[in-house]
């Protein structure tokens, strides 16, 4: 069977890392609030002082989303980056393979799973589009699923653990990558300066507010302050 083209897949863009000291910087910034935000959440001590200051797991995962935002704009999806975009004959080569790997676990995950609620949870049920770009949704869905419990353990031992997993997922995004037509929206929306400063203020606006809120909370406990770094 002859594959179409791959089409473009306007939530998986091909990412390209920003230029420029200010990009750099707003990097570091996105790093440096996900390290502080692990700690502030996952801390057993620092954790319920702030949560008695209102950051539940709702204001966490707002704060978790806002530098996920960030990332995004700024850097596209971090999978993708630094690989290489395949074309012409090697991209029909790489998605001949994908779909021999693919195919090769849903036969597996079957065998293992044949529950109709397992199968239904893990993307088994129906055929394999012939459409590229939906095949690669349905694949990337099925081993996402793969990789939690109670389906990890099982499928572990028949040859899919996390780690084969990830590089059957990453395999998968280096075929999105092939895409002009995503190249050039996320070339467009780096060059959108409005929108980085929105996502990048955004995330300010609110690690602004936490650490505050920190440091009147932890005030009279410098041990965890030094956790965050303030």
């Not at 088994?124 to 012939?130: E, M, N, R, T």
């Not at 002009?180 to 780096?190: C, E, N, S, V």
């Amino acid at each position: 069977m002859t594959e179409k083209p791959l089409e473009p897949i306007a939530n998986l863009p091909t990412p390209k890392r920003p230029h420029g000291a200010q990009a750099k910087m707003i990097e570091v910034y996105i790093t440096d609030a996900k390290k502080f935000l692990k700690v502030a959440a996952e801390d057993a001590e620092i954790r319920p002082i702030l949560e008695a200051h209102g950051y539940d797991d709702e204001e966490f995962a707002t704060g978790f989303l806002l530098t996920q935002t960030a990332a995004d704009a700024f850097e596209g999806r971090a999978s993708g980056m630094g690989h290489q975009k395949l074309t012409g004959a090697t991209l029909a080569a790489a998605i001949k393979t994908a779909r021999h790997d693919y195919a090769a676990f849903r036969e597996i995950a079957r065998a293992a799973f044949p529950a109709e609620a397992d199968r239904i949870a893990l993307t088994l049920k129906g055929d394999v589009p012939d459409d590229t770009a939906r095949f690669i949704t349905i694949a990337e869905a099925s081993y996402a699923a793969a990789a939690k419990e109670h389906h990890s353990s099982k499928l572990s031992k028949r040859g899919y653990p996390n780690t084969r997993l990830a590089t059957l997922s990453q395999n998968l995004d280096d075929l999105t990558a092939t895409s002009g037509k995503q190249d050039t929206a996320l070339g467009d929306a780096i060059d959108d300066t409005a929108a980085r400063d929105a996502a990048y203020q955004s995330l300010k606006s609110f690690m602004k507010e936490l650490k505050g809120t920190a440091r009147g909370a932890l005030r009279s406990k410098p041990g965890l302050l030094a956790k965050l770094e303030l």
